[in-house]
């Protein structure tokens, strides 16, 4: 059974920073990408940032220069580093991940909210 569970989000002052966790209780080796997705209320989900499994990032352009996508497979880990955090990042955000097979299979994590205040 594969879990992706988010942890790390919470209550943050406009500019200051949080750092999401995604644990996987699989080998995220497995994964060929792993994303992190937000969902603002009312709002559609979308996508915020991917890693493939050789670690390459990539961004939504709200989020360039400011947040970072990292992975430790030893540790089954995809991390979010959210710095100078604005209002519009006020979200619940979703570990996701799409795990090789036949067909692929997209996982999704229970989601964090993250809230930042002006």
């Known amino acids: 059974q594969v879990q992706l569970v988010e942890s790390g989000g919470g209550l943050v002052q406009a500019g200051g920073s949080l750092r999401l966790s995604c644990a996987a209780s699989?080998?995220?080796?497995?994964?060929?990408?792993m994303d992190w997705y937000r969902q603002a209320p009312g709002e559609q989900r979308e996508l915020v940032a991917t890693i493939t499994s050789s670690g390459v990032p990539t961004y939504a352009d709200s989020v360039k220069g400011r947040f970072t996508i990292s992975r430790d497979n030893a540790k089954n880990t995809v991390f979010l580093q959210m710095n100078a955090l604005k209002p519009e990042d006020t979200a619940v955000y979703y570990c996701?991940?799409?795990?090789?097979?036949?067909?692929?299979?997209?996982?999704w994590g229970q989601g964090t909210q993250v809230t930042v205040s002006a």
């Open positions: 699989v080998g995220i080796s497995g994964f060929a990408v």
């Open positions: 996701s991940g799409l795990k090789r097979g036949v067909p692929p299979r997209r996982y």
